[in-house]
């Protein structure tokens, strides 16, 4: 059972980037996903999730309407979206999944499955 997150870059104030997380050994569609960010110094944030069927998705209030979280089941890969990003959007990012489909929330101690993490830097 595993998680890879991939996308993550040096990007520019205003700019874009699509994080991706594949799973591999088990079928995401059945899960709740969520990301993650954790800035240097400070503690792990919850970023957006979703139910396994989509129809409930959270977004932190730091980035609503600029990121969007989506999920490619035949691809079993979930993404985040992110636009007009900002400095303080810099930080490792990390997605995660719960076999509780129903759960839409940020508390990363529900997630048992986890990625590696992927850097995101946005300079100013």
């Known amino acids: 059972v595993q998680l890879q997150a991939s996308g993550g870059g040096l990007v520019q104030a205003g700019g874009s980037l699509r994080l991706s997380c594949a799973a591999s050994?088990?079928?995401?569609?059945?899960?709740?996903i969520g990301w993650f960010r954790q800035a240097p110094g400070k503690e792990r944030e919850g970023v957006s999730c979703m139910t396994s069927s989509g129809r409930s998705i959270w977004y932190a209030d730091s980035v609503r309407g600029r990121f969007t979280i989506s999920r490619d089941n035949a691809k079993n890969t979930v993404y985040l979206q992110m636009n007009s990003l900002k400095p303080e959007d810099t930080a490792i990012y990390y997605c995660a999944a719960t076999p509780n489909g129903y759960y839409i929330g940020s508390d990363h101690r529900t997630y048992g499955y986890w990625g590696q993490g992927t850097l995101v830097t946005v300079s100013s």
């Open positions: 050994g088990f079928t995401l569609n059945a899960y709740a």
